[in-house]
Every structure is written in C-alpha cells, then in structure tokens.
C-alpha cells in the first residue's frame, strides 16, 4: 500500500470529524443492510463500449486499465474471447473478492465487534471479515474462494487486508483475473446512511506490472421488507429430479 | 467439506460426556439411551443489547449424523461396506441391539416412525432401497450434490455456527445458511420455494421459536429417504441452556402424512475446549500470539471444489 492509500482516508476522517465537533468517531460506523452496486463493473471493469453482452460503462479503474504483465495480457485476451464458456459464474462459483461487492445482485452485511458477515445472494456465499485483531493464517497456506479477510477501522472507514485467494476467480465478465498470489486491501467508507464508497487495492505481481485501485459505489435497498433470497444456483441443474418427480405426489397432481 | 470415509475413526467422545454429565436425562421414546432435554422457562444468561438471549457460537448435534433418521445409531440399512464407525457412533452398521441405541429422531408419534401414507411410506422404502446404487437421478441424495441439507438435517450434519444480530439470528452451516428474521415481517410470497425455507422467529423465554415456510423440500430428512413435499409447515422450538439446546420441530404436511410429528435432536456447544474432530467441530484456530486460544470459521466451499460432500456412492454419471 502506498503512503497515500494508507494515509488519505484516515486524514479525512481526522477533518471531518473535526467539522463535526467530534474528537474524531468514537463509535464504528455500523454497516448493516443489504447493499448493491449500480455501476457496471461486473460486465468490465474497463472502460467499454456496448457489447451484445454488455451495457457501456465509463470503467471503475484509477487509470482506466489494468496494469498487465504482457503474457498475462494474452490470457486476459483469451479469456475475454471465450467469456460466454469460461466465466466462473457460469458455473454458479462463488464469485471471490472483489467481484461479489459489485456483481449485480444484492449483498448484506452483519456487524457485530468481533467481525462483519458478508452473505452474497448469488450462491449464498458467506465471507467473515474478522476485526477482533486476529492475523491471517500461517502454516498450512490455505486458499480459499473469497480470500481471508482481516480487517480493522481507521476512523469511519473498514479497512480489510485480504490474502489466501485460490486463482480461480476472475474480477469481472470480461475475463479480467488474477493469480493466488492475490493481495486485496478494501476500504469500506460511509458516504451518507444509504451510500458506501468502496474502494479496492489490488496487487498480483505474477499477473500485473504493478498495484491498481477501483472505486464503486454502493447503495442501500430500501424495498419494503427487503431480504436476501436464497440463491443456490448450481442446484438448479438437478433441480428437476426434487423432491421426487411430481407425479409421486399423488394429492398435488 | 469431507466424507464420511475421512471421518472413520474420529467419533469424538464429549457428546457422550454430555450425556452423561447431563442433569435432566429422559428416556427416549424407542431406546434406553439418555437424551439431554433443556426443558422451557425464563432465560436467566446473558442477553444481547436487543434482548435476544446471546447464544451466539458454534454448536452441534450430540447424536450421530444424518445416516438414519429413525434408528440414528443403526447406520444405513442395506449398507454393503465394513467401514468403522464415524462421527459420535453413527456406524456404518449398528453396533449394538436397537433397545441399547439412541432413540428415533421422531419423538411423537411415540413408536419413532415418521407417520406417512402408504404411498410415501414405499416411495421413502424405495429411496432407501436405490440409496447405494442409485439408478434414476431422484435416487442421489442432494447432499451428494452440494445441496443444503435443509430443515432438519442441517442440525445433524456437520456442526454450525449461530451469530447474532438486533432482530436477526443467522445459522452458518457447513453447507447453506438461514437467516431468521424476529421483526415480525411476513414470510415471502408461497410461490417462492427454498432448500433452507423462510424462517420467521421470535423469542419466548429461553425458547426461539420459528415459523418455517417456502421450503422446496428437495431436501431429504436423512440418507434413509424420509421426505416432506413443499406444502410442508414446520414450528421449531430451540430451548437454550447455557452449553445445550434442544430442538423440538413439529412438521405438518397433509400431502405426505396422516399426520403431524415432532423431531427431537439435543445439541450442545463447541468451545475451545472442544478438540477439532473435522465433523462436529470444523473450526480451525485463530492466528493471534500471545492471546488464548480462539476458534474461528474458514469459509465453506462444495460445488466449486469438484466434488460432493457426505458422497458414500459413485455417483458421478447420475449426477451429471
């Protein structure tokens, strides 16, 4: 992390809570609900024109694109050629960090001391991000889907180290991935009640020439009653053969 | 996730010091085995800043797994394999005669079977008979596919973890979620169908009882075959003792039985006094030096490792 990503928000947060009258916040901001992304990130995170499979969108990225190494470049290229086979969520995966945060279907958040829940509707996929001051893991390198997550407040911002990715996840539609040697650091900051501005430090030295950051947006649902519904799509594949073929059901028929 | 043949040999013995240092053992409908019973009454622990009584962390079944839902201790009928026993006895065989075993899962009616019509009875006799060599799709346990094991045998599937939030208790299971609101909205419309259902809670005492609705039921009760249809209604009442609960379900469904029935699972709590045992207690320890120990949960993956969970067949070309 660069002194700026590291010192920015925290000097922010210092200024506002001055203007606020506060000796800076003394209480964590509470990030509960179910939030969802606008932007079309999840098609792109670059800049695109319209695809048959894509809306447009002006991009997410610091730059604009991502800083590949030009072999990685190549398999980003084949990638984005067969998108419509290869794209993890196709297969129902667990779609990993970032790319759960912007994906266009709703997210909640749980917020207690010790940790946040994350529970992503596509999959049901739960991501704990601990804040209780624990490490990551050491000794056995595990990798998993959504990285690990730790985590800690800088002022009103969730700042979130996350390590121990599998490379298996990509961070978009358009083929944009990564290796496991992943290295995220997010940062959750409040914009107002029904707004988070969710920024993300990116590192992968055997896939990019350097770090690089993108910015979403996030926004509250307010539907009345809103609740996450249980998305466990791979099942959908045998759903047919559940409960018993209707015909069993003598009474239902 | 892991299967069973990985668990051979690590049955793990507090449940079975939970039985015996039980202060309310009752005999079980069916067998002589003592049941640990947490009885309804006042809370008198720790509450959250909402009121919830806090029973927050990791818990698990004390009985068996999900081979058997009547006989939990008689291991799947028709069974050809000679594997040892697995996680707190349920052996891949009985070990012992049938009055010796823990009791059936069905607590009412009192003969332990579940009361279905003829028509489920066969169908559930069928299931069981096709469970080791399944020729039809329907024949595949869901489980074997990654599916959530659903209501009720996500209590007896691996152990969980139970968080809490105003108005929300969240259950982490190995395979799924449930999210149990206590606001008092209405469930989702009954056309929405779900393999861990729509939980409506609320608390009375030391009771958290939940209304349970939109269940898909494509979810079956054990590798035993019993199942319900979607028209399915299920009450659950967990009553929480400081280190036990007891779940108490009465599931009501004209379409599949001449009746309704209760299912009775004890439980009990995962501490870091608990050893890790990859089925009961799935947690791995937290990275902090210097402090005492602390357990944690690791993210919980299936389908996207390639291979089913609790998968005792080959079942790859009926699956696919």
Redesign the interface.
């Known amino acids: 992390m660069s002194a700026r990503e590291a010192c920015a928000p925290r000097v922010l947060a210092l200024v506002l809570g001055a203007l606020a009258g506060a000796p800076a916040f003394a209480a964590h901001p509470d990030l509960?609900g179910i939030w969802q992304a606008i932007s079309t990130a999840d098609y792109d995170l670059e800049p695109h024109s319209a695809r048959k499979d894509a809306p447009p969108g002006a991009g997410v990225i610091d730059g604009d694109h991502i800083p590949y190494r030009p072999e990685a470049l190549q398999k980003k290229a084949e990638n984005f050629a067969a998108r419509d086979k290869l794209d993890p969520r196709l297969?129902?995966?667990?779609l990993g960090v970032p790319r759960d945060n912007y994906y266009p279907e709703p997210f909640?958040i749980?917020?207690?001391p010790r940790d946040l829940?994350l529970?992503y509707e596509f999959g049901?996929?739960?991501?704990?991000i601990?804040t209780?001051?624990?490490?990551?893991?050491?000794g056995d390198n595990?990798e998993?889907?959504?990285g690990d997550s730790r985590g800690h407040w800088e002022g009103k911002t969730l700042v979130v180290d996350v390590t121990d990715f599998t490379d298996?996840t990509w961070l978009d539609r358009a083929g944009d991935y990564h290796s496991d040697a992943l290295h995220i650091v997010e940062r959750w900051t409040p914009i107002d009640h029904d707004h988070l501005a969710y920024h993300a430090w990116i590192e992968d030295p055997k896939v990019y020439t350097r770090p690089w950051t993108i910015d979403v947006i996030l926004y509250r649902l307010k539907d009345k009653?809103i609740?996450?519904?249980?998305n466990?799509c791979?099942?959908l594949d045998?759903?047919?053969?559940?409960?018993?073929?209707a015909e069993?059901?003598?009474?239902?028929q | 996730m892991l299967n069973d043949a990985s668990h051979a040999g690590r049955a793990r013995a507090a449940a079975l010091v939970a039985l015996l240092a039980s202060a309310c053992l009752v005999r079980g409908a069916v067998a002589a085995a003592p049941i640990f019973t947490v009885a309804e009454g006042p809370w008198t622990g720790p509450r959250l800043a909402d009121g919830q009584p806090d029973i927050a962390g990791v818990w698990t079944n004390d009985i068996a797994n999900h081979n058997n839902f009547t006989d939990p201790q008689g291991g799947i009928p028709g069974d050809p394999s000679k594997g040892l026993n697995v996680a707190n006895g349920a052996g891949k065989g009985p070990k012992k005669p049938r009055s010796e075993r823990a009791p059936s899962r069905v607590s009412d009616p009192a003969d332990g079977e579940v009361p279905f019509q003829p028509?489920a009875r066969a169908?559930q006799q069928e299931l069981l008979a096709n469970f080791f060599n399944p020729t039809?799709?329907?024949y595949?346990e869901?489980g074997a596919?990654?599916?959530?094991a659903g209501v009720p045998k996500s209590f007896y599937w691996h152990g969980y973890e139970i968080?809490q939030?105003p108005g929300?208790v969240?259950f982490?299971f190995n395979g799924?979620?449930r999210?149990i609101?206590l606001d008092g909205?209405?469930h989702?419309p009954a056309n929405?169908k779900?393999?861990?259902a729509d939980s409506r809670g609320h608390w009375e005492g030391n009771t958290l009882v939940v209304d349970v609705a939109n269940n898909?039921?494509?979810?079956?009760f054990a590798r035993t075959g019993e199942?319900?249809?979607?028209?399915v209604h299920i009450v659950e009442r967990y009553t929480f003792a400081a280190d036990h609960y007891t779940y108490n379900a009465v599931f009501t469904d004209?379409?599949?039985f001449t009746r309704p029935f209760t299912v009775t699972i004890p439980a009990h709590r995962i501490t870091e006094a608990t050893p890790q045992d990859e089925w009961n207690n799935e947690q791995?320890w937290?990275?902090?030096?210097g402090q005492p120990p602390?357990y944690?949960?690791?993210?919980?993956?299936c389908?996207?490792n390639n291979h089913g969970h609790g998968n005792v067949v080959a079942t790859a070309s009926a699956?696919h």
């Not at chain 1, 049901?124 to 704990?128: A, K, L």
């Not at chain 1, 045998?238 to 073929?245: E, I, N, S």
């Not at chain 2, 937290?286 to 030096?289: D, F, K, L, Q, Y």
């Open positions: 509960t297969s129902c995966f667990t909640q749980l917020q207690r829940t529970i049901n996929s739960v991501r704990t601990h209780n001051g624990t490490l990551h893991p050491v595990p998993f889907w959504l298996k009653n609740q996450l519904i249980e466990y791979y099942t045998f759903d047919q053969y559940y409960p018993l073929p069993d059901f003598p009474h239902a | 028509w169908r039809k799709p329907e595949v869901p596919r990654c599916a959530p968080r939030y929300i969240l982490l799924g979620i999210t609101y909205r209405p989702l929405i779900l393999w861990n898909n039921a494509k979810a079956r199942f319900a249809s979607e028209n004209p379409t599949v791995e937290a990275n902090r030096p602390l944690e949960n690791y993210e919980r993956m389908v996207e699956a």
